[in-house]
């Protein structure tokens, strides 16, 4: 259910923006100035016109991003670009061409003969030409900007825009780490190009509930993933705790899909930990978000006693107290131990889910 509805909400934002982008488009171009069935339309009718552009493209977009793209990601690279060139120039054009014939049938009442007659001269048009470049081109950048917004997360991108981390900024923040389990044995069994197959496709199901949960992508480090969120925006929903619970069943809902390709099921484990880091930019060649402090070590060797008490999700005490009311899972105290590089005691907890999460 949380699925369908995040994709429902995707589509719609995709909507929204195809709509946007014209409106800017009409705006800056007021549709170029040649004779078509779109220069007869009265101003209301053009916003129309726009509007169902908007939907028909970023429908199309949303259909080629959920169903078309996952069926060809096994193609090589220069197929599978050229191929999603042409899905992406199909689906712009139809958009365009459709309002055309849509506005010549039903607002002028012409015939199909004229319609499409019509519709050939609007092909060679420059209203048809910019609309085409304009929209190829804000696809492009959406593209960019969607790969760039997934990758580092909903808040990160802001925050590099207006340099918030050049000067050292101290943030109170929960990080989750998740692990493959048996990761070297996996790694000999599938051999190295296999392994990095599996690894793409556990984390391309991780990046949907990723993205359901608003978590931010620290690192992927080799088969480890370092998710986080501010504390002071998380600590009533636990989103860690629920995160985890979603990839699993998320996985399971694919299990089919990994025995028939891998011949195994990739389990995974996984550690949280909460308190103050120091988040600063790096100023290097490439730009990222680096946080420095106990928490993320802390939380490391937290990760490390899972393979020792086989357990697949530890808590800190600090991430612990936060669902020790909650019907939705149960708690029980693992151990109370120095950690590797440490000088004082933490408590480590188990957590358990009580009812089976869906997303």
Known sequence: MKKKSGKITEVIALMAVYIGGLILFRILNKLGSDSSTMEKLPDNLVTVAIAISGIVTGAGMAFIEFNVLPRIAHLPRRLYTLSRFLITTTTVISGIVLVQI?????????????????????LQTGIFWSSFIYLMLFSIVLNM??????????????????????????????????????????AEQLGHARYSRLLNTCFNDLAEVIRFHEAEIYQFVGDEAVLTWRTDADQKKARCIKLFYDFKNRLAQNRTLYLDKFGIFPEFKAAAHTGLVSASEAQGGKRELLYHGDVLNTCARILELCSRYKKELLLSESVADWIRQSPDYTLEHVEECILRGKEEYTSVFEVRQAQAATV
């Open 102 to 122: 849509l506005f010549a049938r039903i607002y002028l009442d012409k015939s199909w003969a004229a319609t499409f007659m019509d519709t050939g001269i609007f």
């Open 145 to 186: 900007f969607k790969v760039v917004h997934y990758h580092i997360g909903p808040g990160t991108m802001f925050n590099f825009i207006t340099g918030k981390y050049r000067i050292p900024q101290e943030e109170d923040r929960i990080f989750l780490f998740i692990d493959l389990k048996s990761s070297t044995t996996i």
